[in-house]
């Protein structure tokens, strides 16, 4: 009997997972409130050896964090909107991305290639409280010449990348 054990090397990083890693990260992507040793059991290693390879993976910067997800429709808010937005040509992109993280419905920012020099995700309770936040707030941004605004109808995928 034999066993395979894929590898994996981490960006700027000599480090290696292993098969036992990779369980260890599934289950904490399914779900990040797992007891540590519920995975120690699944796994068949002791708990202190799981946080071992989590404090591993974690200075590798393999795992980035651990977050709790709201359901922003609870809370009310039911619009979910993209933003691309196109930057005059003596724009600084610094100062817009800072005036951006001001606007809290805004929650995600991308840099991007092609028709939008900035793509943003934004949440707002309505369609009326994100045309507020168009016109009131992004539109003016200095240095922002042009918005296009694509109103999300439903969410159908929302995952983290398979390892």
């Known amino acids: 009997m034999f066993s ?6 981490v960006k700027n990083n000599n480090m290696k997972i292993d098969g036992i890693d990779k369980k260890i990260i599934r289950s904490l992507v399914k779900d990040a409130r797992t007891p540590i040793l519920s995975i120690a059991r699944e796994v068949g290693i002791s708990g202190a050896a799981i946080h071992q390879r989590l404090r591993k993976l974690e200075k590798s910067k393999l795992i980035a964090g651990y977050h709790m997800k709201i ?5 009310g808010y039911t619009t979910t909107s993209f933003v691309g937005i196109h930057l005059e040509p003596t724009a600084v992109l610094s100062s817009i991305i800072k005036r951006l993280k001001e606007i809290p419905e805004v929650v995600e920012s991308h840099y991007t290639t092609g028709n939008y020099s900035v ?10 409280d994100l045309m507020r936040v168009l016109e009131t707030k992004i539109q003016q941004i200095n240095g922002v010449s042009k918005i296009e605004t694509f109103v999300s ?9 398979h390892i």
Not at 4 to 9: M, R, T
Not at 71 to 75: A, E, F, H, K
Not at 119 to 128: A, R
Not at 153 to 161: A, S
């Open 153 to 161: 109808l439903q969410q159908q995928i929302d995952r983290q990348i």
């Open 4 to 9: 395979i054990f894929f590898i994996f090397k």
């Open 119 to 128: 793509f943003v995700k934004i949440l707002n309770k309505n369609n009326q």
């Open 71 to 75: 359901n922003q429709s609870s809370i």
